[in-house]
């Protein structure tokens, strides 16, 4: 059982350039989640996924695009890259919420450098 | 809005000694509460949760209370081990979409 799956683990990028960081989810959980971690200011959440179809913005959507191309899969892509967003990144799902809250189950994160 | 304060680290403490760890939080209503431990070079996994007032969640010697009327759920275990050494989050989750508000994080170091 593979639980949260992602790619790559580290990436450097150049100032303007694009990527696309993958996640995949062997749970069947509905919900997925994008965080990124910077020093000293824990998990910001930036995009999650309710459901299959659908995304919304969480607290630092800007400079960022997701797409839930199915249960599985929730990707996270940087269109233009900047300095700012070095960070680490993880991908998190969970399961239908329920009475006892959101467990959520993360990957090991994608180191992300921006020159 | 909904907020998790955190005691800032690190925190470094000797083997076998007592830890704890604060955590208060501003939320409307009833949230259920989290901690989350990250061991280096890993992602977040889930330690313990209460979802109610006066619940303890427990796991691996680690143990919170859900107090209501100091809105806290502090961590704490009676004796570390170096094997406890990570990063030690404390999140509420409140709301409909069941989103987890996250403390910024509190570095534990054990010393043997």
């Known amino acids: 059982n593979a639980g949260v799956t992602q790619t790559p683990k580290f990436q450097v990028l150049k100032t303007g350039q694009s990527m696309t960081l993958q996640c995949a989810q062997d749970?069947?959980?509905?919900?997925m989640y994008w965080y990124r971690q910077d020093p000293g200011m824990g998990l910001r959440l930036i995009y999650y996924?309710?459901?299959?179809?659908?995304?919304d913005k969480g607290e630092v959507p800007n400079g960022y695009n997701v797409s839930r191309l199915n249960k599985r899969e929730f990707s996270l892509r940087l269109e233009s890259a900047a300095p700012s967003q070095t960070s680490v990144y993880f991908c998190?799902?969970?399961?239908?919420?329920?009475?006892?809250?959101?467990?959520?189950?993360f990957g090991p994160g994608t180191r992300l450098t921006v020159l | 809005g909904d907020s998790v304060t955190q005691m800032e680290g690190p925190v470094t403490l000797s083997e076998e000694a007592c830890l704890t760890i604060?955590?208060?939080?501003?939320?409307?209503?009833?949230?259920?509460l989290f901690w989350y431990v990250q061991y280096p070079g890993e992602g977040l996994q889930l330690l313990l949760k209460?979802?109610?007032a006066d619940d303890k969640g427990s796991n691996k010697g680690f143990e919170a209370t859900y107090r209501k009327e100091t809105t806290s759920f502090h961590l704490e275990k009676g004796s570390v081990q170096v094997s406890d050494s990570a990063v030690y989050f404390c999140?509420?989750?409140?709301?409909?979409?069941?989103?987890?508000?996250w403390g910024a994080g509190t570095k534990l170091i054990i010393k043997p």
């Open positions: 998190a799902s969970s399961e239908q919420p329920g009475t006892s809250g959101p467990k959520q189950f």
């Open positions: 749970m069947n959980h509905n919900s």
């Open positions: 996924s309710a459901s299959e179809g659908t995304t």
């Open positions: 604060n955590c208060t939080y501003t939320a409307t209503g009833y949230p259920s």
């Open positions: 209460a979802t109610k």
């Open positions: 999140a509420l989750s409140r709301g409909s979409n069941y989103q987890l508000i």
